[in-house]
Structures are given as C-alpha cells and as structure tokens.
T-cell receptor, first 111, second 115 residues
Framework: QKEVEQNSGPLSVPEGAIASLNCTYSDRGSQSFFWYRQYSGKSPELIMF????GDKEDGRFTAQLNKASQYVSLLIRDSQPSDSATYLCAVNTNQGGKLIFGQGTELSVKP | GAGVSQSPSNKVTEKGKDVELRCDPI?????LYWYRQSLGQGLEFLIYFQGNSAPDKSGLPSDRFSAERTGGSVSTLTIQRTQQEDSAVYLC?????????????FGDGTRLSIL
C-alpha cells in the first residue's frame, strides 16, 4: 500500500463546477497535510494546508480533513480553465519535515 | 521577497560525469529539503537540513549522492559518476523550520539530463 494515494485522473469538470480531489494516507500518526498545484513543466506551488479535522476555506478552495478515516480532500468551487493542473497531496508523517507525496491528480477544466 | 532559487535551471551531461546542483533558500528559512521528480513518478524525498545538519538522509538513492549546507543557507547536491537513471527534475524547498506544520516552498528546479 502506498503511503499517500490519489486518483491519477484525469478529472474533467466543466467551467463553473466544483472539482473534488481526494487523498488517503496510511500513517495514522500524520499531523500535517498540504495541497500543491503543479502546472506542466513548472514546480509545485502551495495552495492549502490543514492540520485539524474539519474544513478550512481560502477563497475558492476548501480543504477537508478526517483523521479517523485518514482522508483529506480539496474542493475547488467555480472551477476555471486556469485551474487545470496536477494537484499533489502531501503528508508530513512526523519524521522531521519530510513530506510524502501522492502521485497527483490531473484536473482539466473545460470552458 | 525572493523565493527559493536553484541553479542551473537545466543541466545536460554525459554518463559518468559529476554534477553539482545549487539551492538558495528563502531568507530566514532554516530548513531546506531536496526532492526528485522523475518522468511519470511522484515527488521523491532525498534529504533535508535543519541549519547545517542533515537529520534525515534516508531518501538518497545511493552513495553517489551527497549534499551539504554551509552557513545555514545555500545547499549543494552532488551526484558523482552520473547514470541515466539519475535524469530527473531536482527540486529544492525551504521552510521556516523543520517542524511538521511548516509549509515548504519550492524552487523552480534543476532539470538534469544524462546522455
């Protein structure tokens, strides 16, 4: 079992819809969870982080964490074509600052 | 302010040569991380520094890989006797500290191609 798992996609949504990206992790002791966006040929860009169970909202983005289910998700409201990218879920497993990344979900927002 | 700076942005070299990759973290960030992203692969942790110390080197693939950090700032990742499987994008990130709740910010990476 991979430590951090994401559906590879591609996930295709129409412009204006809600995109839902999911991630599960295996280490129950994990404390910190991060979402990065990576455009093709570019480096990862931090968009959200969450530490506590529940929802955290920032503009059109909402991160959701359920530690009991070992599940973290990212919702993007009012999706725009510019949101088309690969979204990486990263988990800190309490081994210093080391992040374990999922394989990423490719999102395509169609005009 | 300035972000994480990596150089060179691209490096093409022949198999068997040594290469040195450089990372300059965000000013004031004490923690520095090296990752590798190969085609079709996820981001793979290599090593991290807190100050000049490297508490976790567990991700270095072989003894051909080494890294150092001096003055608590710039870090270099050295790959000796490069092999074709070393071809990847090498990404550096920094954070305020190595505590697990500190977000990491990435540089633009060095794209390494071994011929």
């Amino acid at each position: 079992q991979k430590e951090v798992e994401q559906n590879s996609g591609p996930l295709s949504v129409p412009e204006g819809a809600i995109a839902s990206l999911n991630c599960t992790y295996s280490d129950r002791g994990s404390q910190s969870f991060f979402w990065y966006r990576q455009y093709s040929g570019k480096s990862p860009e931090l968009i959200m982080f969450i530490y506590s169970n529940g929802d955290k909202e920032d503009g059109r983005f909402t991160a959701q964490l359920n530690k009991a289910s070992q599940y973290v998700s990212l919702l993007i409201r009012d999706s725009q074509p510019s949101d088309s990218a690969t979204y990486l879920c990263a988990v800190n497993t309490n081994q210093g600052g080391k992040l374990i990344f999922g394989q990423g979900t490719e999102l395509s927002v169609k005009p | 302010g300035a972000g994480v700076s990596q150089s060179p942005s691209n490096k093409v070299t022949e198999k068997g040569k040594d290469v040195e990759l450089r990372c300059d973290p965000i000013s004031g960030h004490t923690a520095l991380y090296w990752y590798r992203q190969s085609l079709g692969q996820g981001l793979e942790f290599l090593i991290y520094f807190q100050g000049n110390s490297a508490p976790d080197k567990s991700g270095l693939p072989s003894d051909r890989f080494s890294a150092e950090r001096t003055g608590g700032s710039v870090s270099t990742l050295t790959i000796q006797r490069t092999q074709q499987e070393d071809s990847a994008v090498y990404l550096c990130a920094s954070s305020l500290a190595s505590q697990n709740n500190q977000p990491q910010h990435f540089g633009d990476g060095t794209r390494l191609s071994i011929l």
